[in-house]
């Protein structure tokens, strides 16, 4: 067999080696005469062929660099697009990819993201095979999503409603969408592929449809949690919402059971954002279970009715789910997103089972409800609320059981839907939290409402929504007494710290208390100590042993602040009034506040029109304190 010696072989790597900037040359001039069809003749010529193998490092920046150009236009794009394609087909992989890589790092710009997806995907897919190393596609991966991550996202434009679908217009919000499209018709490729079985990944890789599951789930952080992905159920889906459901249908189809990433639930928050055990109230302090660990609310668990012992094991077996977590580079925001799609929006429906109880789902859930809720986005706390409604409708009253509020996060909810009634700008988000409060109060079985209750009036400082949970413990306390309970969370001691507390908690300066801004409270907390001294007869509350206790350390600081607060304003009304005082153009007096809420600049007239509803809301507060002695002389007597 004859060989070439290496005389003979010099003249022709030289030959091939002389093609490198002819080729470069004469595609950069053919690209910038517009001579697309020739440049992509050319680059096919198979003298260009071993060229391309050993030196596409050198071509990839040459073609690339066109793209730099102002006048690009659709065919060129597509033209450099199958340029690059023919070279990922050709070129040596390791070589070839590492090339590109550099080329879309060098600009972030969507152009160059266009362009290049088509040749990487062609480049990756000759490397298929059922023993295929993962380290090739992750870098690509990883590189694909980085340049996601920097596109701007959307502001935060505050809309309510139908008002969101304006968002659709926003440049940022069109550019997200594109990428999106291209991602998801970039990945169904390798998709079909590892659910075919034809695409399996090799070494440390131990489940391939749960390693490309995971890359598409990072695309529900960055992007698509910071996207209006909402549509009612007589509304067309946008093109956003059509690619995240096909996203979302290849992320099912892949895990089989979406519901398995819900090993990768964790809850790192270390700051317990509600009331915990080893708070005190009136020298009524609460220990921790035998483990050490914060009681939400807290309350004596050890109660001498049957009835509040917990023998729901399926709930508080999930309690320290988040022991079993195994990935903590899973983005928790990205798996709340997620589910949110497939559970409030029913993307891939047909891949979601029907066998878990809606009660182990929220528990489940709680770290990725409040994931969303505390996020500072409107578009992100909509998901939230909404992923929450979805959980909780589904419960039936009183279904939860009082250890449900020991698992981690739980903590956590109740007081992000306080803040966001009391502190969001968006009106909607307000009033959908607030109708979420109350049912979800409703959950829990006595002890948890009793755990809970106590908890909220611990923390909360806002008079309404304290209004609020005291309205709530009214309602348990006539429901104890409907069914005739003489032994349970709303009885006895037990219901005698609530009201205590409900009393400190509406007057938390004592008599120098704003009575103006804890109005709501104060006129609560008074109709609830009405109604127990009239209603409980039989003293199930103990309300009659603690009157002398309550006029005290309640009813004398609110007389006593009552009066100084009315004397004030009727004092200052007389200075309105005075006619000297009214022709003056700037007076020494002027209402600056009221409840604590600044007021504008306002005429002498205005002022004193405020001033009248304030002392109004006194003698109303007046005439409740006065119903409230009155009721109590009466069980005084012998």
């Known amino acids: 067999m004859s060989t070439l010696t290496s005389t003979e072989m010099v003249p022709k790597m030289s030959t091939e080696l002389k093609m490198g900037p002819e080729l470069e040359e004469v595609l950069w001039n053919l690209l910038k005469d517009k001579k697309y069809e ?53 070129a040596n992989p390791k070589e070839v990819i590492i090339a590109f890589l550099e080329e879309m790092q060098f600009s972030h710009s969507d152009i160059r993201f266009r362009v290049f997806l088509k040749p990487i995907g062609a480049l990756l897919q000759r490397g298929i095979s059922t023993s295929t190393k993962a380290v090739t596609f992750s870098w690509v991966f990883n590189a694909l999503y980085t340049h996601v991550v920097q596109m701007p996202l959307p502001k935060n434009y505050a809309l ?61 952080h960055k992007p698509l949690a910071f996207l209006d992905v909402y549509k009612e159920d007589n509304e067309v889906e946008s093109s956003l919402f059509r690619t995240t459901a096909d996203l979302s249908v290849m992320i099912s189809r892949l895990m089989g059971n979406p519901f398995k990433l819900m090993k990768y639930i964790s809850w790192k928050k270390k700051k317990v954002l509600m009331a915990n055990c080893e708070e005190k109230q009136n020298n009524d ?30 709930i508080s077996e999930n309690i320290n789910m988040e022991a079993s977590s195994k990935d903590d580079s899973v983005s928790q925001l990205s ?55 979805e959980l909780t409708e589904g419960i039936p009253e009183r279904a939860l059981p009082s250890s449900s509020l020991d698992a981690v996060a739980h903590s956590s909810l109740p007081q992000m839907l306080v803040r966001i009634m009391t502190l969001c ?24 409402r009793y755990r809970l209750l106590r908890s909220l009036l611990l923390t909360i400082k ?67 100590l009405y109604y127990l001294i009239i209603r409980d007869k039989e003293n199930l509350t103990h309300i009659h042993d603690n009157i002398a206790q309550l006029e005290k350390s309640f009813l004398e600081p609110l007389q006593k602040g009552l009066d100084l607060s009315r004397g004030h304003y009727q004092l200052k009304l007389k200075e309105l009034q005075d006619p000297i005082l009214k022709k003056k153009k700037q007076m020494e007096f002027s ?44 069980v005084k007597k012998p």
């Open 38 to 90: 020739e440049a992509i003749i050319e680059i096919k010529q198979e003298k260009y062929n071993q060229y391309l193998v050993c030196n596409s490092l050198d071509l990839v920046p040459v073609v690339a660099k066109y793209l730099h150009e102002d006048d690009v236009d659709t065919d060129c794009e597509e033209c450099v697009k199958q340029l690059l394609l023919h070279v990922a087909n050709v």
């Open 160 to 220: 309510e409603g139908k008002e969101r679908k304006l968002m659709d217009l926003d440049s940022d919000v069109q550019a997200h969408t594109r990428i999106l499209r291209l991602l998801a018709d970039f990945y169904f490729t390798f998709y079909e592929q590892v659910i075919n079985g034809n695409l399996v990944w090799g070494g440390k890789i131990t489940d391939s449809k749960e390693f490309l599951a995971l890359f598409l789930l990072q695309l529900f």
């Open 285 to 314: 302090s609460i220990g921790t279970n035998e483990n050490g660990d914060n009681n939400v609310g807290g309350g004596d668990d050890d109660d001498d009715n049957d009835n509040d012992e917990i023998k729901d094991n399926e």
């Open 425 to 448: 700008n968006n009106a909607e988000m307000r009033n959908l939290s607030y109708k979420l409060f109350v049912p979800y109060l409703d959950k829990f079985d006595d002890l948890g």
């Open 462 to 528: 806002h008079a309404g929504v304290l209004g609020v949970v005291m309205l709530q413990m009214k309602f348990n306390i006539e429901f104890s007494f409907k069914i005739g309970v003489k032994n349970g969370p709303f009885t006895g001691d037990k219901v005698s710290d609530l009201i205590s507390l409900s009393c400190t908690s509406t007057l938390p300066a004592k008599e120098r208390t704003d009575l103006l801004e804890w109005s709501d409270s104060i006129m609560t907390v008074l109709n609830l």
């Open 335 to 389: 798996l709340a997103t997620y589910f949110y799609c497939i559970l409030t929006q029913h993307m891939a429906i047909d891949h979601v089972p029907a066998v878990y109880s809606q009660e182990y789902l929220f528990i489940s859930f709680l770290p990725l409800q409040v994931q969303l809720l505390q996020d500072k986005q409107d578009i992100v706390i909509h998901k939230g609320l909404l992923l929450t409604k």
């Open 591 to 634: 209402v600056s506040s009221i409840g604590g809420v600044p007021l504008p600049s306002m005429a002498p007239e205005q002022e004193q029109e405020v001033i009248h509803v304030a002392l109004n809301t006194f003698d109303l507060m007046q005439s409740n304190i006065a119903r409230v002695n009155q009721a109590s002389e009466v």
